[in-house]
């Protein structure tokens, strides 16, 4: 970049509302409601507001697999929530997450009602509601959480970090992206290093941090986000490649990356998700 055209930070930054990029009709430095809005309400007593992007597909994958362990009070309702829209910015979604992101939940069997927002947060509470995919023993317990917590503070580096100056920034930068890049390869290479000791993150047993991992590194190292496959070397990350397959083959995440999806193959799709037949259109 030219000295002429190097950006030189003002004294107190204010909000440029009239940028316009691929984010500025959902990005903004204030919280709350901009509009009232009433969320649709389902039959059953947990209702998920979300799309399927990585950390929404954490939660209908966990969601999924409790169904698939017979877990029926796990029966849940999947509304749509159209980001690109705002619509995480109508006032009943807001009541649920304050912070305005997705996925949100809330669990209706309780007076009054739970909510529950951030998908690590989710993840663990459904574990701890339906005793599954989270160990009891106070080691295996403290490992889980430990990826779980990893995990949750790795993947801003991965999409909002690299994803966003490598494919999405108005122009690419060079020292963004280098920097970047190695957070994202350094934290694949801790990936690795575990795995190549242990079928699952933690060991021998599939749990809510492989649930919470797989959507973000998975995708990363099998299909290719940001069309980034070639430039981040994924194929030299073997052990991760390995556990991502092994956990992409189980049918209850096959289905959980399913909901919530509007775009991709209409095969791919379950827009909003009802019950299991919903699968079956």
């Known amino acids: 970049m030219s000295e002429e055209n190097q950006y030189v930070p003002p004294a107190v930054w204010k909000w440029n509302q009239d940028a316009v990029n691929k984010f500025s009709n959902i990005n903004r430095p204030v919280s709350g409601a901009i509009e009232e809005k009433t969320l649709a309400v389902g039959v059953h007593p947990l209702q998920l507001y979300s799309l399927g992007t990585p950390n929404g597909v954490k939660v209908t994958i966990?969601?999924?697999?409790?169904?698939?362990?017979?877990?029926?009070?796990?029966?849940?309702?999947?509304?749509l929530i159209n980001i690109g829209d705002g619509s995480q910015f109508g006032s009943d979604f807001v009541a649920i997450n304050p912070n305005s992101k997705i996925p949100a939940l809330l669990d209706?069997?309780?007076?009054?009602?739970?909510?529950?927002?951030?998908?690590?947060?989710?993840?663990?509470?459904?574990a701890e509601k339906f005793d599954a995919f989270y160990p009891k023993k106070p080691a295996q317990r403290a490992e889980c959480l430990s990826w779980l917590m990893w995990q949750m503070g790795s993947a801003p580096y991965l999409?909002?970090?690299?994803?966003?100056?490598?494919?999405y920034a108005p122009e690419k930068?060079?020292?963004p992206i280098d920097r970047f890049a190695m957070e994202v390869k350094r934290?694949?290479?801790?990936?690795?290093?575990?795995?190549?000791?242990?079928?699952?993150?933690?060991?021998?047993?599939?749990?809510?941090?492989?649930?919470?991992?797989?959507?973000?590194?998975?995708?990363?190292?099998?299909?290719?986000?940001y069309s980034a496959a070639e430039f981040l070397d994924v194929e030299s990350y073997t052990h991760v490649i390995r556990w991502a397959k092994e956990i992409e083959?189980?049918?209850?995440?096959?289905?959980?990356?399913?909901?919530n999806r509007p775009w991709g193959p209409e095969e791919t799709r379950v827009v909003e998700r009802h019950s299991a037949s919903d699968f079956d259109v």
């Open 249 to 259: 083959a189980r049918p209850a995440v096959q289905r959980g990356c399913r909901v």
């Open 159 to 167: 999409g909002g970090g690299f994803g966003h100056f490598y494919a």
């Open 108 to 126: 209706r069997s309780a007076t009054p009602p739970i909510r529950i927002f951030e998908s690590g947060a989710m993840l663990i509470y459904l």
């Open 62 to 79: 966990m969601l999924e697999e409790l169904l698939a362990l017979g877990k029926t009070q796990a029966e849940y309702d999947a509304h």
């Open 173 to 175: 930068l060079e020292y």
């Open 187 to 225: 934290q694949l290479d801790v990936l690795d290093k575990n795995l190549s000791n242990n079928k699952f993150l933690c060991g021998d047993e599939y749990t809510i941090a492989d649930i919470a991992t797989y959507p973000w590194y998975g995708a990363c190292v099998l299909h290719n986000i």
